[in-house]
Every structure is written in structure tokens, then in C-alpha cells.
């Protein structure tokens, strides 16, 4: 579900906040080992991911090759600017488990994409958030973050540092 845009008389287009993801980037990955279970060991991985525009600018999609320690696999997102609400859908496709996921909806206020859904980890019911942190047109930051509490309280687990190639 969307979220509740609570700016309107701010409201903006933001169908070119995802431009700067536009082409081809290295990817440093680094992952909890475990998810909500109070672990504070990190693994660290490459990949790539290529990122292109789509439906005239009101969408994007991209290709990533993950090269998780003994297994590496492909993934990919789909962005979604809906000009009616001023906010993104994002999708993220896993080819391990090939199904579009639930959406995230948010949007980008001071540099920072903010992305929220529910979702469920291991059984239980989870918020789920993404951020993207002030990207430049060299430099990304991605971070996944869950919240077994509502919100209330995240642990992030996974953080993206792209450079462009």
C-alpha cells in the first residue's frame, strides 16, 4: 500500500529521482550473516548491476549479478514513478526464487530515498525499508533494513556501495 504522502504543498516531480542509477556500476556488498538474530558478523561480496530507463522515463530496470561466496545468481529491480501520488513502487526479482516480491512505496526528500512494506522473515511479520543515501553521479548507497517491532526499532542487513564503471 502506499504511503500516505503527508507534504502536499511540497508535493513535486520526482520521476527523475532514480536517474542518476542510469547505466552500469560496480557493486560492494556487505550482508549480516544473520537476519534478526542479534548477529553482528558481516559478509562481503561484489557484483554488478546495469540500470535503464523505461516508459519514457517513468520507470527503470535493472540487472544484477551477485557473487554471493559460493553462489553466485542474478536479480533484478523494477522502479515505478506514479505520477498521482509522487511516490516509486519498487519490485525486487530474485532469480534464486523468480517472483516479483511485494512493492516498497516512497519517494526522495533531501537527497535520501526512503522506501517502505510489510513483509514476513522466516514465518514472522517484518517492516521492511529501503533507503538510497545522497547519490552522486559516481557514487550510491543502498541500505535494507528490517523492524521485527513495527517500525520502532531496524537493524540493517544489507549495504550496497556502487561506483560507476
Known amino acids: 500500500m502506499p504511503v500516505k504522502d503527508d507534504r502536499p504543498d511540497e508535493r513535486r516531480d520526482g520521476a527523475g529521482d532514480f536517474d542518476f542509477l542510469h547505466g552500469a556500476w560496480r557493486v560492494h556488498h556487505r550482508q549480516r550473516r544473520e537476519r534478526l538474530a542479534g548477529c553482528d558478523e558481516w559478509i562481503e561480496f561484489g557484483g554488478t548491476m546495469e540500470a535503464d530507463p523505461i516508459l519514457g522515463g517513468l520507470g527503470n530496470f535493472d540487472r544484477n549479478v551477485i557473487d554471493l561466496p559460493g553462489e553466485r545468481y542474478e536479480a533484478s ?89
Open 77 to 165: 529491480t523494477l522502479r515505478l514513478f506514479h505520477p498521482d501520488t509522487g511516490q516509486w513502487s519498487l519490485h525486487w526479482i530474485d532469480g534464486r526464487d523468480p517472483k516479483i516480491d511485494p512493492p516498497l512505496y516512497g519517494a526522495f526528500k533531501d537527497g535520501v530515498g526512503t522506501f517502505f512494506s510489510d513483509d514476513s522473515f522466516r514465518g514472522r511479520p517484518i517492516r521492511l525499508r529501503f533507503l538510497w543515501e545522497r547519490p552522486t553521479p559516481t557514487t550510491a548507497r543502498w541500505t535494507q533494513a528490517f523492524s521485527a517491532d513495527g517500525g520502532a526499532t531496524w537493524e540493517i542487513n544489507w549495504i550496497m556501495e556502487f561506483s560507476r564503471t
